[in-house]
């Protein structure tokens, strides 16, 4: 581990050449059992979310009033909620959403957080001193409420519930990326790229990304799986997505209600979200150990 | 090193101001009239403009911040617009207690982690390996409502050994900080353990156990004493996260704290509580955090030679 | 080294520790309220916060229910919703607008201060300044006043207006002392002194609001010592919390839980006609609703019935609503039936306003279970009749905004009969001078409607106000500004240990006959 940072994160990663990296990470992941099992939980929600029209047996918002709350059963393996809608087809269907809410807003952490914080590592000065505050004070605000003033200010809505996640999870790409790139800079190859006269740009986009991405994947992993819970928790407040979209979260913030008399409406919606966030966690696990040989058990 | 905390405290000058700007920008921006919400059902289209006049909410956007800013630097937060009671009042009624909850939870989470992360090192790859990383995982992937229910379901209704809601007395306090610990345990537990797993396979471990000592002295007196150094910074990040966690388990347990205050004071735009709050919750994240390196290097002293 | 083995021995201590003084709390308290035979505290569990105790600086109805313990109005609302004298012992009409209030000797303040009629003069005369209040009291005329003694009180009404009676029931016309508002300022709001049964004793903000028997009240004294108010804002956290005993009564159970506290031993849930109507309204003012035919339309779109049966577990927690009137007050007209459900009529009535293929419309609302549910299940049915209703969820603030400024197409509400009168009520949601206040959300402008409303207001008569009642609420039907939901029933579950709770249907339960009785 590297002691000239605070950041516990592993900075110096060597730099492998281009070939038989990919491969040589993947049969380290492929080793690592846990990893192996959040992968299958992972592709078996990603299949859900592509695949939901063929796999779901009902239609998500299709109500039944007459059978409302039943209990899992044959016709329903998971039940019915609290509107007689097939609760096992709304869990298929929610992880469109729920996917698409932790992808979209990772991606806009992943994208702004990387800008900022390249150019934070690779210029330095004024420039970097005046982000960083910046980071610092979106850290210092706690991810929840911001979250909530952004969808207060924005309104409710899908769309505004990746923005508002997107954007409390930049500060923490943004110092991940530049502690890398600062200690990217003085390497050899960016200087001899940068004497040969090479442009800014070209050294970011060719030497420096490509060298800090393991721990902006590491990150990125593990993020989705808390967007996905960020979500939920908005939902608790009533300020997540538009009903009827069958979404973990809401799912289970309006299962609450009814915790009592029907718990299978908490229970299922819940058991989903953990399974996504576990299987984040075990792979944003599988690969730091992958993509850190330092820490090869 | 005193020289180091003192520009450390300076920094947190334009932070701070930095979070007032934001905070008071995002409630300006944010649709929706304190006045209204105010009035009540008596909310008649003079009464409001005339309320608006009253609390200056017609002012330019510059002129508000000014005021907020100059009352602010003569130490006044300003009135709640719910109660009418000063907002410092306020931060000093729910502030201890979500401090002490996110202190306990810190706790909780911090010996679950430890425990789970020096026993999966040191027994890794068996079975208490494995499944006390997945129960800590678990943890953290659970929304912390839905936890905070079932608990309470357990441990109030059934086993009748807790109470429900409330924090009037430490037993008050068992449930709402289990809550919000577990679900950070999880990363506690994890870099305890890859750090401890790095450190005991380093030399000077191999050469302790070459010299013969206890293998549980050797992970207690060698592995644990390094393996901490990253794990003290995590757990620096945990409290910012259970200040932030916080918001959901005082809802559920009914606590009294700033974080429900915080959530309910957006939505009613009761500026002046959303400001002070942000701002108090701000300024102890940036405490802790400093506190946080002060304790870095004191376990490490390597580090102290750079803290110039 | 050493250091390090030391903190951890010290934090395994302090846990060690922690968890003794748990055990050792819990067994204090647990033993503490087994040794005294009767408890005479008392703990409410709340499901919202009052903004605060002055009786002008809301009227939620948590905080009407402890204002009404707290102080005296001088006429206040029986269980059945009479009129009864309480800090007057007598009115009288001195002529159409003027009305003289003989008040009760006797009464003391908490503060120990002496009731006088300069007490009243000035609990009326303070609204005029508080904007939030002001409504209450724009009938009266503020210069109307007279106090030809310590226990006379004279107002004038700025026209005849029936209802001023009922009015002066109102939370906001609790009587405070003069003395204990001027020496405290805005900080009355936070120390409240009145006549009521009980006195203030603390308030922690966002936790509990503390209330003592008042030794010197003017009637029978109260049985309890204390009261504690806390605020549990989540329901379900709440009927745990009454489950577990850690509270004696918990206000607003939802619906899911009715059954299992009636069948709890443990446990009682009484249940009350609350003087609230749950509806859809439709915003007239805007272009697709301005045709009653489209509003009829949908009413007939609606199966209100299946609606019902869902939001209310089959009848459990309200009943059918077929008019803005809600059953306990007088002049409901109860030959009104609710529009059937006919989505085949309903598509004639859209083609023939001109919308033969529907149209789309936003649903603005709060988002809870409730509100959500009901939504959902609306636009699954006017879908049926091709309207397209767009779930608009809003946050609390905007949505008031929203709604105040008449932005919306489409909303729903419960509102409540706070004055106690059926003319006042339907003035309130249907005259079209309230357009932007709380309680008109449709919008509706019919001049036929107005005047009858202006005419109910002043009529003095009771058989003809009732008559107008009637006829109002037959046009209204016609207009079809709303769609009736329900009228709710409040619920309330309590420890079968918890003795003389009446409920009261504006909310402002009486809790100085609540006991609790031996076990």
């Known amino acids: ?297 | 090193m005193i020289k180091y905390i003192l520009r450390r405290i300076l920094m947190m000058i334009p932070v701070m101001l930095g979070v007032t700007i934001i905070v008071f920008t995002m409630m300006y921006i944010t649709p929706g009239d304190p006045a209204e919400i105010i009035l009540e059902d008596g909310a008649t289209p003079e009464a409001v403009a005339e309320l608006r006049e009253e609390m200056g909410l017609d002012d330019p956007y510059l002129v508000r911040y000014f005021r907020f800013v100059s009352d602010l630097l003569h130490g006044d937060l300003g009135t709640c617009y719910a109660i009418g009671q000063p907002v410092f009042d306020r931060l000093v009624q729910t502030f201890p207690n979500t401090m002490k909850l996110a202190a306990l939870a810190v706790l909780v989470s911090t010996t679950l982690g430890l425990l789970m992360g020096i026993i999966s090192a040191a027994k890794q790859y068996s079975v208490f390996d494995n499944v006390a990383m997945a129960l800590a995982m678990m943890g953290n992937a659970m929304p912390n409502f839905w936890q905070g229910l079932l608990l309470m379901l357990l441990f109030s209704l059934w086993l009748g050994w807790l109470p429900a809601s409330g924090f009037s007395s430490f037993k008050h306090m068992i449930l709402p900080a289990v809550t919000m610990g577990t679900s950070s345990a999880a990363i506690i537990a994890r870099m305890t353990r890859s750090s401890m797993l790095e450190v005991i396979r380093a030399d000077y471990i191999s050469t302790a156990r070459a010299k013969g000592q206890v293998e549980y002295r050797v992970i207690l007196r060698h592995a644990l004493k390094n393996a901490l150094i990253p794990v003290v910074t995590i757990i620096g990040i945990q409290f910012g996260r259970q200040l932030g966690g916080a918001v959901l388990t005082e809802s559920i347990f009914a606590i009294p704290g700033v974080g429900k205050m915080m959530v309910d004071a957006i939505k009613a735009r009761n500026f002046p509580v959303v400001q002070g709050g942000v701002l108090m919750i701000a300024l102890s994240l940036s405490i802790v955090n400093l506190l946080v390196d002060i304790l870095y290097a004191y376990i490490d002293p390597r580090i102290k030679s750079q803290y110039k | 080294m050493k250091r390090k083995k030391m903190s951890l021995v010290s934090l395994l201590l302090v846990i060690a520790l922690l968890l003794g003084g748990c055990g050792g709390t819990g067994g204090e308290t647990g033993s503490g309220g087994e040794s005294e035979p009767v408890r005479d505290t008392l703990i409410v569990g709340m499901d919202r916060e009052p903004a605060g105790l002055d009786p002008t600086s809301t009227h939620v109805t948590t905080a009407v229910m402890i204002f009404n313990n707290i102080y005296d109005t001088l006429l206040s609302f029986d269980n059945e919703m009479k009129i009864q004298p309480r800090l007057a012992i007598s009115y009288e009409q001195l002529d159409d607008v003027t009305y003289k209030f003989h008040l009760r000797k006797g009464v003391k303040f908490h503060n120990g201060e002496e009731l006088k009629s300069s007490d009243v003069l000035f609990s009326f005369k303070r609204l005029y300044d508080i904007p939030a209040a002001k409504g209450q009291v724009s009938m009266i005329d503020p210069n109307g006043f007279e106090c030809p003694d310590d226990y006379t009180f004279v107002l004038k009404t700025t026209e005849p207006w029936s209802a001023l009676p009922a009015q002066i029931c109102s939370s906001y016309l609790n009587i405070v002392s003069e003395k204990a508002v001027t020496e405290a300022g805005e900080d009355f709001n936070r120390n409240p002194v009145g006549t009521g049964p009980f006195q203030f004793v603390s308030w922690t903000a966002g936790d509990s609001i503390v209330v003592e028997r008042f030794e010197d009240y003017w009637d029978e004294k109260a049985l309890l010592k204390t009261i504690n108010f806390r605020i549990i804002t989540e329901a379900t956290s709440r009927v745990i919390d009454l489950e577990s005993g850690g509270i004696d009564i918990a206000l607003a159970v939802g619906v899911t839980d009715i059954e299992r506290l009636r069948e709890n031993a443990a446990t009682d849930l009484i249940q009350f006609n609350h003087t609230g109507i749950r509806y859809g309204a439709f915003n007239c003012s805007k272009e697709v609703f301005a045709d009653k035919r489209v509003r009829q339309a949908l009413n007939y779109a609606t199966n209100v019935e299946i609606i019902r049966d869902v939001l209310y577990d089959k009848g459990i927690g309200a009943m059918p609503a077929t008019t803005s009137v809600i059953p306990i007050l007088s002049g409901r007209n109860t030959d009104l039936v609710q529009y059937d459900y006919d989505p085949e009529k309903a598509k004639a009535l859209l083609a023939e306003a001109g919308y033969p293929d529907g149209f789309s419309v936003e649903y603005n609302f709060l988002s809870n279970t409730k509100n959500t549910r009901l939504g959902e299940m609306l636009q699954a049915q006017w879908a049926e009749v091709g309207v397209e209703l767009v779930m608009a969820p809003l946050e609390s603030a905007t949505l008031t905004a929203t709604l105040n400024a008449g932005e919306h197409d489409f909303c729903t509400a419960n509102s409540t009969y706070a004055l106690g009168d059926t003319i006042e009520g339907l003035y309130s949601f249907y005259h079209s001078s309230m357009h932007g206040t709380s309680r008109c959300r449709a919008y509706l402008s019919n001049p036929e409607i107005d005047a009858l409303l202006d005419e109910a207001r002043v009529e003095k008569n009771e058989d003809k106000r009732e008559q107008l009642a009637y006829e109002i609420q037959a046009l209204v039907h016609e207009e079809a500004p709303w769609i009736y939901i329900a009228y709710e029933y409040y619920n309330v579950g309590l420890l079968a240990d918890v003795q003389g709770f009446k409920p009261a249907p504006n909310s402002a339960h009486d809790f100085s006959c609540v006991y609790i009785a031996e076990k």
């Open chain 1, 1 to 297: 581990m590297n002691n000239t940072t605070n950041t516990a994160t592993s900075q110096t990663l060597p730099v492998y050449k281009k070939r038989g990296q990919g491969a040589e990470i993947w049969r380290r992941f492929r080793q690592n059992k846990n990893a192996m099992v959040g992968m299958c939980i992972f592709l078996v929600l990603v299949s859900f979310a592509l695949f939901a029209e063929f796999i779901a047996p009902y239609d998500p918002i299709e109500q039944d009033l007459l059978n409302i709350m039943q209990t899992p059963s044959r016709q329903h393996i998971l039940g019915t909620d609290e509107l007689g809608r097939d609760i096992f087809s709304r869990i298929v269907y929610g992880s469109r959403i729920s996917m698409t809410v932790g992808l979209i807003a990772v991606g806009i952490a992943f994208v702004a957080g990387s800008a900022l914080g390249v150019i934070c590592g690779y210029y330095g000065g004024i420039l970097d001193n005046v982000i960083m505050r910046f980071v610092d004070i979106l850290m210092s605000i706690p991810a929840i409420l911001l979250n909530i003033s952004i969808v207060a200010a924005l309104g409710t809505g899908l769309q505004n519930v990746m923005i508002a996640i997107g954007i409390s999870n930049v500060p923490r790409f943004c110092r991940i990326i530049r502690a890398s790139v600062m200690s990217l800079r003085e390497q050899e190859f960016v200087e001899a790229s940068r004497a040969a006269g090479a442009k800014d740009l070209y050294i970011v986009m060719r030497h420096i990304i490509p060298n800090c991405l393991a721990p902006l994947i590491i990150q990125a992993t593990v993020s989705i799986g808390s967007s996905i819970l960020q979500c939920a928790s908005l939902s608790f407040i009533g300020l997540g997505i538009v009903p009827p979209t069958p979404e973990w979260g809401a799912m289970l913030s309006t299962g609450r209600d009814f915790l009592r008399k029907a718990p299978h409406l908490t229970t299922f919606p819940g058991l989903a979200i953990m399974a996504a966030v576990y299987a984040m966690n075990l792979m944003g696990d599988g690969l730091r150990d992958a993509l850190d040989p330092k820490l090869k058990n």
